[in-house]
């Protein structure tokens, strides 16, 4: 993206692979201009947020969901919206005891600069993070 402010939408399949698809698409998005530290946090949070979706939000492989990434002059934006069943930031839970599961919104946290999720109102959720660059 050359433009500041520029936004681009990808819709990603509700699987295993969406993930990585999520932190593809941070990669081919986020400008070159972006340091790696920067860029690798986005792409951690974009990950964490399409994990959420294939989670959480009770939708199947047929399913998709959306990821839109901006960058700002000085903010890069992620936004992931599904139509599933999903999660307000309200109901963040604390941790499972299982060591691999129940750490991705606490991730989000850590690595962005705000976030936030809310049941959006054509259903589902929409969960937003920013970094600041």
Not at 18 to 33: G, L, M
Request: aromatic share 4%; proline share 5%.
């Amino acid at each position: 993206m050359n433009d500041p402010n520029a936004s681009v939408v990808h819709h990603i399949s509700v699987s295993s692979h969406a993930p990585a698809t999520a932190r593809q698409a941070v990669r081919e998005d986020v400008s070159r201009t972006t340091g790696k530290e920067k860029l690798a946090d986005a792409q951690l949070v974009a990950s964490e947020l399409a994990q959420n979706v294939v989670r959480h939000s009770s939708l199947g492989p047929d399913d998709e969901f959306s990821i839109e990434i901006t960058v700002g002059v000085r903010t890069i934006r992620i936004v992931v919206e599904d139509m599933g069943s999903g999660f307000s930031r309200d109901e963040l839970l604390p941790p499972s005891e299982d060591p691999w599961s129940g750490r991705g919104l606490r991730v989000v946290d850590a690595v962005s600069s705000r976030w936030g999720a809310e049941r959006s109102s054509a259903g589902g959720t929409m969960a937003w993070a920013e970094i600041d660059t």
